[in-house]
C-alpha cells in the first residue's frame, strides 16, 4: 500500500523567514511520481510539481524549491523568504504505477502554512 | 482553455435530498476521477472512470455513485446524502489511467454541506 506522511500539521512562520515543509513515503512502487499541491484559502488546488522515481535532483522555481531523497523517502519542500501570500494548505502526493485506482493520488494529510506580517 | 469544471462551487442540502455533482473536461480525457477532502484526512479516492461506460470504487466509495456516459461528462451522485458526507470535493482528470504517466488536472472544488 502508499502512504504519504505529513507530521507538520500547522507551521507559523513570521514574512521572510525560510520554512521547510515535510514530506516522507512508502511505496512497493519501482516507478513512481511525487507532487506538491498548494491549497489557498479560496479551496482550489494549485499543481506545484511533479518529481519521478528515477530524478533525484533538486529543484529550484524562484522562492521555491524541493528536495527529493530517495534514501529516506523523502520529498521535502522549502519557501525561502516566506510571503504572506503563501499562507495555504500544502498537500504532498504520491501516485505508482501497480496501485489501484488508474492515475490515483495518495495524499498525506496537509500542513497548513501560517505567513504573519 | 483546458480545464475541469465541477457544478455546484458550493452546495447546502438535507439529508436524504438526492443531488448531482457535475464535472466535465473540455481535453477529451480518458480518465476522471472524484475525490473527497477532509481535514486531517487529505483527499481520499471516491471513484474513478477508465474511459466511456469503464467505472471502479476508489477508497471511500459508500453512499456515492458515478456514471460515464460520455467522455467529457463524470457526474458524482449522492442518492441520500447524509451529514458524514459533508465535505470539500474535487473531480480530476487525465489523458489516460496508466499511473502518473499524464499529470491530473483538478476542478476547483465543491463544498457540500449536509444537515
Known amino acids: 500500500a502508499q502512504k504519504v506522511t505529513q507530521a507538520q500539521t500547522e507551521i507559523s512562520v513570521v514574512e521572510k523567514e525560510d520554512v521547510t515543509l515535510d514530506c516522507v513515503y512508502e511505496t512497493r512502487d519501482t516507478t513512481y511520481y511525487l507532487f506538491w499541491y498548494k491549497q489557498p484559502p479560496s479551496g482550489e488546488l494549485v499543481f506545484l510539481i511533479r518529481?519521478?522515481?528515477?530524478?533525484?535532483q533538486n529543484e529550484i522555481s524562484g522562492r521555491y524549491s524541493w528536495n527529493f531523497q530517495k534514501s529516506t523517502s523523502s520529498f521535502n519542500f522549502t519557501i525561502t523568504a516566506s510571503q504572506v501570500v503563501d499562507s495555504a494548505v500544502y498537500f504532498c502526493a504520491l501516485s505508482g504505477t501497480i496501485t489501484g485506482g488508474g492515475n490515483k493520488l495518495t495524499f498525506g494529510t496537509g500542513t497548513q502554512l501560517k505567513v504573519e506580517l | 482553455e483546458a480545464q475541469v469544471t465541477q457544478n455546484p462551487r458550493y452546495l447546502i442540502t438535507v439529508t436524504g435530498k438526492k443531488l448531482t455533482v457535475t464535472c466535465s473536461q473540455n481535453?477529451?480525457?480518458?480518465?476522471m476521477s472524484w475525490y473527497r477532502q477532509d481535514p486531517g484526512l487529505g483527499l481520499r479516492q471516491i471513484y474513478y472512470?477508465?474511459?466511456?461506460?469503464?467505472?471502479d470504487k476508489g477508497d471511500v466509495p459508500e453512499g456515492y455513485k458515478v456514471s460515464r456516459k460520455e467522455k467529457r461528462n463524470f457526474p458524482l451522485i449522492l442518492e441520500s446524502p447524509s451529514p458524514n458526507q459533508t465535505s470539500l470535493y474535487f473531480c480530476?482528470?487525465?489523458?489516460?489511467?496508466?499511473?502518473?504517466?499524464?499529470?491530473?488536472?483538478f476542478g476547483n472544488g465543491t463544498r457540500l454541506t449536509v444537515t
Open positions: 481535453m477529451n480525457h480518458e480518465y
Open positions: 480530476a482528470s487525465s489523458l489516460n489511467g496508466k499511473g502518473a504517466s499524464s499529470p491530473l488536472h
Open positions: 472512470s477508465m474511459n466511456v461506460e469503464v467505472t
Open positions: 518529481r519521478n522515481s528515477f530524478d533525484e
